[in-house]
Structures are given as structure tokens and as C-alpha cells.
């Protein structure tokens, strides 16, 4: 029996956020708004296949078969890939000489994560995100993403993105527990739609007839707002780097 309370959903489901403490963590941010956990393809990919639901970036998405869905995320991946030969070295150069302004001290580019190395891993669909490849995606795809731990029951204060400007942002649900590492999408669910019913397709999606908010404006919804607060009072900072 398909079960809510698993550590990875099932294909097709969309949960209530049965673990007490995530559903807590949400109901006390926005009390009047119900977030959920989307289903995500664990092929290794699921960061992107996360992003491709949160992000809407099909008008017909949920519409599509498993496969093409699948796709859909492995063309985001390929996406960040086609951006590495200009953009990966003065990112982090710019990460670095960030980091040397912070700290006032002096960073050796020998911290820059190798290029070689990381298009290897891009490139290979099966190959799981760490915070480089994540820091990365964000910056090419203009997303900012906050992630929950699932089993510390917090925020995760090591990456939410550099493009402080975008009019996009997501929530991810990181689930490392039971030897686990997989990514899912948090979303918000708005009810039953009605026929006809109009609705913004570069954020809301329906699924089984009901519509569902995927991305969010960090300027008009309170959900952001409230995790913006939260993520600056845990982690103490507006961004993370990784180098």
C-alpha cells in the first residue's frame, strides 16, 4: 500500500506533511495555507525533476506520461550543463571574491571546484546534486530554492541560491533519513479547481483536479516572507557559499 509517511514517495503521490514536525514547522509560518510533499523520479536526478514541478516549466506537465515528465527534468540538467563552458569559472571566481570581502582575508582559487570534474558529474543523469552542482543550477536557472531537512526538522543553511532578484522561488524537502538521499517538491495546495476556472500557469499547476501553487514571489507571498525570516534567524546570514 502506497504509504504518505515513506521516507521517498511513491510515483504519483501527493502527501499531507505527515511527519509532525515539518507539518508543524509550516503551519506555524503560514497557519492559513496548506504546503504538501510532491512526488519526485529518484533516478538521480530528482533536484532537477523537483525544480521541473516547482518551476512549471511545462504548461501540460502533469499531463505528460511518467517518461516525458522525466524528461522534462533532464532538460533543466542539461540546461546548467550547456552554461558551465562561460559561466562556471567567473561564478565561482565571484563566489570566491565574495567570500574574500566577508571574511577580509585572502581565498586561494585552488577552492574553485574543478571544471573537469564537475561536468562529469552534470552530465551523468544518475549523478546526485551536492551543494556545488545546486549552487550552480540556481544561479543559471534565476531560482532561489529553500530546502527543509526532513530529519533534523529545520531549514538547511547551506544553499538558497545568489539570485537574491528573481521572481521565482521554491521550496524543496531534502529526505535523508533510512540511508536515503532524495529531493521532493513542497507546494502549496489551493483546493479543487472549477471548470473554466483561470489560473496562473508560470506558477500553479492542477493535478487530479485540484490546483496547486509550485513557485513563489519572495515579494508577494507571505509563505517566502516567513521562510526568509526564519532561514536569517537560524542560519544568521542571507546566503551560503560552499567554497
Known sequence: MSSCNA????????CDLSKPC????FKQMTPKLTVVRHWANGDGSCFFHSLATSLCTAKNFHRMTYETQRKEGHKLRKKVLDAMALEWEPFWEAQRLLLERKFNEKISRNMIPEFNEFRSKISNTSEMSDQYIIMFALHVLKVRVFFYDRSRCSLFCGVTGTSQNTSKVAIIL?????GNLHFEPLV?????IR???KYNSDRCFVYRGTLYQGNFDSKKDKIIQQLQKNYLSTCGTEWTSVI
Open 195 to 197: 471548470r473554466g476556472e
Open 7 to 14: 521516507d521517498t514517495l511513491e510515483r504519483g503521490l501527493v
Open 22 to 25: 515539518v507539518s508543524e514547522f
Open 188 to 192: 502549496q495546495r489551493k483546493g479543487p
Open 174 to 178: 531534502w529526505c535523508n533519513t533510512s
